[in-house]
């Protein structure tokens, strides 16, 4: 399985020549809700529920198959050394409303412990810029999500 995944992200070339490889966006969105949930130095059950919850939901996964991604992708994260690859292949594969939903799965995942630390928030930061996501999309991407899990902007602030 990892030679599968190193493989599939070894390089950009790798990328590239496997545009037809359905799997390569999700484990690169994957890899990114990890990086997110790595973030502040804690990556505990509850953001490890809303990655499996974000992927189930947003890409029609079952419970087992989100799990099997999730492991996928933290073995991807540990061995990756930048968010240029991950983002590369979002941005390759994906329409700027699927960029705008990886967005709010990472939103998600970074309020799954009910704070926003500041290294997630340069996270979303510098994510939203590779994704080429306006600050005004990522703040309305904020927003609904904020909405959904029921939180006020003003409790959500970082830590």
């Not at 990756?80 to 390759?92: G, K, V, W």
């Not at 329409?95 to 704070?115: Q, T």
């Amino acid at each position: 399985m990892i030679d599968r995944i190193k493989s599939l992200l070894s390089a950009a070339g790798a990328v590239d020549a496997e545009p037809a490889q359905p799997d390569v966006p999700k484990l690169a969105a994957a890899a990114l809700l990890v990086e997110a949930a790595c973030m502040d130095g804690d990556f505990d059950g509850d953001e490890r529920d809303a990655i499996c919850a974000s992927l189930g939901a947003h890409f029609g996964l079952n419970e087992a198959e989100a799990d099997t991604l999730i492991e996928e992708a933290e073995a991807v994260h540990h061995e990756a050394t930048d968010l240029h690859r991950f983002t590369r292949a979002i941005n390759d594969r994906y329409d700027h409303a699927d960029r705008l939903a990886v967005m709010e799965m990472l939103w998600e995942v970074v309020y799954a412990d009910g704070r926003l630390h500041a290294y997630e928030a340069n996270l979303i930061r510098r994510v939203g810029g590779l994704l080429h996501i306006t600050d005004r999309e990522r703040g309305e991407a904020r927003k609904r999500v904020l909405a959904r899990v029921g939180q006020g902007a003003g409790r959500a602030a970082a830590k």
